[in-house]
T-cell receptor, first 111, second 114 residues
Framework: AQRVTQPEKLLSVFKGAPVELKCNYSYSGSPELFWYVQYSRQRLQLLLRHISRESIKGFTADLNKGETSFHLKKPFAQEEDSAMYYCALRSYGGSQGNLIFGKGTKLSVKP | NAGVTQTPKFQVLKTGQSMTLQCAQDMNHEYMSWYRQDPGMGLRLIHYSVGAGITDQGEVPNGYNVSRSTTEDFPLRLLSAAPSQTSVYFC?????????????FGPGTRLTVT
């Protein structure tokens, strides 16, 4: 079964510290993975996707098929990074347009 | 482009009442979905549609109905509201085209059932 696990409900760091938000997935084929971000009381928006291999707002994520992980990293956290972060896996059952989301990690960056 | 729009933004219902949450998109996306967001549960798929006239159930469909008569609109109906349906509801759309299934989300509807 396809599944996304984000083990941390809350991650609290100080400004300037490195950040790593963990994401593990369960899927036997070639996964398509995304990170979405939701700032306070706003809509979810795409942060990055693994196939584009880009860096957005200083964040990067590398797909590790051996460890079935897609952790989100940033070397120096900023206060404006405080938000909910969701890892998502494209669904290959039912509709390929759907995503399977993890439960999310709330990142809090303290001054 | 307005993207994905949802109305209303907030709604309070009494147990047993019915209502429709509206969702529209102007990007000509074939896929549309409804999710509910609950604390500690992430986003869970309620219903989805792969095109006009075609809908299917997601992970948590009970108590909700959908229809898709046009590409643009995908309303979600609560038949008889229950306190367990208190949640934030997000509509999303995506396409298999150049955006490669990237989901675009609406601003959400915050529903409280008393």
């Amino acid at each position: 079964a396809q599944r996304v696990t984000q083990p941390e409900k809350l991650l609290s760091v100080f400004k300037g510290a490195p950040v790593e938000l963990k994401c593990n997935y369960s899927y036997s084929g070639s996964p398509e993975l995304f990170w979405y971000v939701q700032y306070s009381r706003q809509r979810l928006q795409l942060l990055l996707r693994h196939i584009s291999r880009e860096s957005i707002k200083g964040f990067t994520a590398d797909l590790n098929k051996g460890e079935t992980s897609f952790h989100l990293k940033k070397p120096f956290a900023q206060e404006e990074d405080s938000a909910m972060y969701y890892c998502a896996l494209r669904s290959y059952g039912g509709s390929q347009g759907n995503l399977i989301f993890g439960k999310g990690t709330k990142l809090s960056v303290k001054p | 482009n307005a993207g994905v729009t949802q109305t209303p933004k907030f709604q309070v219902l009494k147990t047993g009442q019915s209502m429709t949450l509206q969702c529209a998109q102007d990007m000509n996306h074939e896929y549309m979905s409804w999710y509910r967001q609950d604390p500690g549960m992430g986003l869970r798929l309620i219903h989805y549609s792969v095109g006009a006239g075609i809908t299917d159930q997601g992970e948590v469909p009970n108590g909700y109905n959908v229809s898709r008569s046009t590409t643009e609109d995908f309303p979600l109906r609560l038949l008889s509201a229950a306190p367990s349906q208190t949640s934030v509801y997000f509509c999303a759309s995506s396409s298999s085209g150049t955006s490669g299934y990237e989901q675009y989300f609406g601003p959400g509807t915050r529903l409280t059932v008393t």
